[in-house]
Every structure is written in C-alpha cells, then in structure tokens.
C-alpha cells in the first residue's frame, strides 16, 4: 500500500518561494503518474500541475510559469516549486497519483500567502 506525506508549507508573503515535497512510501513509485492538488477553503480541489513518468510537466493556467514540478525517482519524491506567490495560492497542498485515488490523499500540507 502506498501513502503520500507532504511537507514544505508555511507562511510566506506575496511574491515569496516555497518548496513542497511529497515523499512516497510503498512500491511502483517510479511507474505512477503523479500530481500536485490544492484545495482553497470553501472550494474544491484543483489540480495545479502533474508531472509523466518520464518527467514531462502539465501546469494549470494559474500557476504556469511560477510554479516547477520535478519528481526523484529514486528518492520516491516528487517537488513542487512555488515562485511569485500570490494571496490567491492559499490553499492546502496535497499530492496523489493522476487521476487521483481516494484512498491515498495525506494530510495535505498549508500554505498562506499574506502580508
């Protein structure tokens, strides 16, 4: 059974960087296609980028070119970089495969971007 952690969250202000991880346990991590989610309070939960087996990145509009997914096979990690951030990216920050399974969201990890 896999499970995902995530970690790298905080506090930042407006036009802060922060860098996630989300460190898999488990088998196959290699062969999963993977994605980063947030979920704003009162809305849904998005998909922000998501990222091939082959390490080849598809980002949402809103984050296109402030945002780089990168995956480590061999750490069975994969890493969001957040530039330029905006009070908008507020939002817990999950990773799960993609399409997503229920069975594997984590506890998410929070970002806040205020001044």
């Known amino acids: 059974q896999v499970h995902f952690v995530e970690s790298g969250g905080g506090l930042v202000q407006p036009g802060g960087s922060l860098r996630l991880s989300c460190a898999a346990s488990?088998?196959?991590?290699?062969?999963?296609?993977m994605g980063w989610y947030r979920q704003a309070p009162g809305k849904q939960r998005d998909l922000v980028a998501h990222i091939s087996l082959g390490g080849n990145p598809t980002y949402a509009d809103s984050v296109k070119g402030r945002f780089t997914i990168s995956r480590d096979n061999a750490k069975k990690t994969m890493y969001l970089q957040m530039n330029s951030l905006k009070p908008e990216d507020t939002a817990v920050y999950y990773c799960?495969?993609?399409?997503?399974?229920?069975?594997?969201w984590g506890q998410g990890t929070q970002v806040t971007v205020s001044s």
């Open positions: 799960n495969d993609n399409p997503p399974r229920n069975g594997l």
């Open positions: 488990g088998s196959f991590f290699n062969i999963r296609t």
